[in-house]
C-alpha cells in the first residue's frame, strides 16, 4: 500500500462503511466523469471554439459568455470526480499511482489548471497569443480526457 492509499485509508474505510453496493462503488466514478466530459466538456469545447472563429459577432459573443460560465463548473466537476476516483481505487484496495489512468487524469486536471490560470489572468493584458495557447491546451486536454475515458474504462473491467 503505498502512501498516499495510507493517508486516504481512513476516509475509503467511512465510505465502506455506508454500505454502498459495490457497483456504484466500481462504475460510479466512470459514469458520473462520462456525463461530465462528454455532455459537459463537450459543450464547452465547441462553446470555446465557437466563441474564437464565429463569423456573427452575436453568435461569437454568446458562445465566449457559454464557455467562461461553463468551463469553470467542468473544472471543478473533474476535480471532484478526479478526488472520487482517487479514493474510489482506495475503497477498492486497488493500487492508485500504477495506473496509466491516474497518470492520465493528473495530466488533464495539471493542464487545466494552467489554461484556468491563463484565463483568471486575463491572458496576462489579453495577448493573442496566450488566447490561442488557451484554446490549443483546451483542445489536447479534451483529447486526452478521451484517452483518459478509454484507459479508465479498461482498468474498470480488470478490476
Not at 486575463?122 to 484517452?147: C, E, M, N, P, Q
Request: hydrophobic share 50%; no cysteine; glycine share 12%.
Amino acid at each position: 500500500m503505498t502512501r498516499l492509499s495510507e493517508m486516504l485509508e481512513p476516509i475509503a474505510g467511512w465510505f465502506r462503511s455506508l454500505g454502498i453496493p459495490e457497483p456504484v462503488t466500481h462504475w460510479g466514478h466512470p459514469v458520473m466523469m462520462g456525463i461530465v466530459i462528454f455532455v459537459l466538456g463537450s459543450y464547452v469545447a465547441v462553446a470555446g471554439w465557437r466563441g474564437r472563429l464565429a463569423a456573427d459577432k452575436d453568435v461569437a459573443a454568446k458562445n465566449r459568455a457559454d464557455h467562461r460560465k461553463l468551463a469553470p463548473l467542468m473544472f471543478l466537476f473533474l476535480a471532484l470526480g478526479y478526488t472520487g476516483g482517487v479514493l474510489s481505487l482506495v475503497m477498492q484496495q486497488k493500487p492508485i499511482l500504477e495506473s496509466p489512468h491516474f497518470w492520465t487524469g493528473t495530466a488533464a486536471i495539471g493542464l487545466l489548471t494552467v489554461n484556468s490560470i491563463l484565463s483568471l489572468a486575463g491572458f496576462w493584458g489579453d495577448k493573442s497569443g496566450l488566447r490561442i495557447l488557451h484554446a490549443y491546451v483546451g483542445t489536447v486536454v479534451f483529447g486526452l480526457l478521451i484517452v483518459h475515458t478509454i484507459l479508465g474504462v479498461k482498468l474498470g473491467l480488470s478490476i
